[in-house]
């Protein structure tokens, strides 16, 4: 009493605290349920499920209801993990959010660190898209790990497209790489498993726990961890297919270089720079001259594969920080 509700809870939760808030505020009559950690006079924490409401009848009014996480069946309280996530995805949340809220959700249910990792095929590798409950230095030597058979655990889930368990890190010669550095943050094993999606020849990545040594999963922990992995692949789908639509707006198609309006939006911001750097900007044209001969004479086919080769030399000549568009084209 007399406090103010963000003074009793746990300040990494703070986000999920106001993200209700914010969904109770924009959608009125509307229940919003989640875990959060409420913190103790002694200074420890407990999982309390926080609801706001914004009631109808007083527009404002937000009513804060805080019970004891127990009284759901894990069912149930699972069932409202994957509400959760697929309403932050629903939502158009920011990819690296709905996989920290993963990652957050999945590791509390195993009591274990978590870590999602995204693959990057053409590279080969796989960077560490987000984590809960490993410290900085652990998810760094984590990322940039190999997709390979001959890989740790996590390379070696996304290789096979299986799941992959080392109970015994400090004895498994394919995390030697990492080794030191899990063991000195307690962890001495991990379980991953891929994150697949129908239709897909690959893997998307994986999501990974760390335990203690020795330490094996149940078959619950198992299944759970197959949801959540289920949950990322929507997730890193949606991203994708946001990011493609984001990239063929501000792109010609052709050639691949910015088209009109993404120049005009790097033109703007580099003139705005410009009174605060004091830098000049310059701003040249090309044209290429008899263009059209070639197409009348040798055919579109050929006008295109000589904008493409232009395109990709004026590319291969040009410093960073310079902007290459086609300003005309479709």
């Known amino acids: 009493i007399g406090k103010n509700i963000f003074e009793v809870i746990h300040p990494d939760d703070h986000g999920l605290a106001i993200d209700s808030l914010h969904r109770s505020a924009t959608v009125p009559g509307e229940k919003f349920p989640l875990d959060v950690r409420f913190l103790r006079p002694d200074g420890t924490s407990a999982i309390l499920e926080l609801t706001a409401e914004d009631r109808l009848d007083d527009a404002d009014e937000v009513v804060i209801r805080v019970r004891p996480a127990g009284h759901r069946t894990p069912d149930d309280a699972l069932i409202g993990e994957q509400v959760r996530v697929l309403d932050m995805i629903g939502r158009g949340e920011w990819v690296s959010n709905t996989l920290s809220e993963i990652a957050r959700l999945a590791g509390a249910r195993w009591g274990a660190g978590c870590a999602v990792m995204i693959a990057h095929h053409d590279r080969g590798v796989l960077r560490a898209a987000a984590a809960d409950g490993l410290p900085d230095e652990v998810v760094a030597a984590l990322d940039r790990t190999p997709i390979a058979v001959d890989a740790n655990s996590c390379g070696h889930a996304v290789a096979t497209r299986s799941a992959a368990m080392s109970t015994l890190l400090e004895l498994d010669p394919a995390w030697a790489g990492q080794r030191d550095v899990l063991l000195g943050a307690g962890f001495g094993s991990c379980w991953a498993t891929p994150i697949d999606s129908f239709g897909f020849s690959d893997s998307l990545g994986a999501l990974a726990f760390f335990g203690p040594t020795g330490w094996t999963p149940p078959p619950t922990l198992i299944r759970v961890a197959d949801l959540f992995a289920g949950m990322a692949s929507v997730a890193v ?94």
Do not use: C, W
């Open 237 to 330: 789908q949606r991203g994708e297919a946001e990011a493609h639509l984001t990239y063929q707006a501000t792109h010609d198609p052709l050639t691949g270089l910015p088209n009109r309006t993404l120049f005009l939006d790097r033109l703007e911001r580099a003139l705005d720079q410009r009174l605060i750097t004091g830098r000049s900007v310059a701003v040249m044209f090309l044209d290429l001259d008899r263009f059209k001969v070639i197409n009348d004479a040798l055919g579109h086919e050929a006008g295109d594969e000589v904008l493409v080769a232009v395109a990709s030399r004026i590319r291969t000549v040009t410093t960073e920080g310079t902007s290459v568009a086609r300003f005309g084209g479709g």
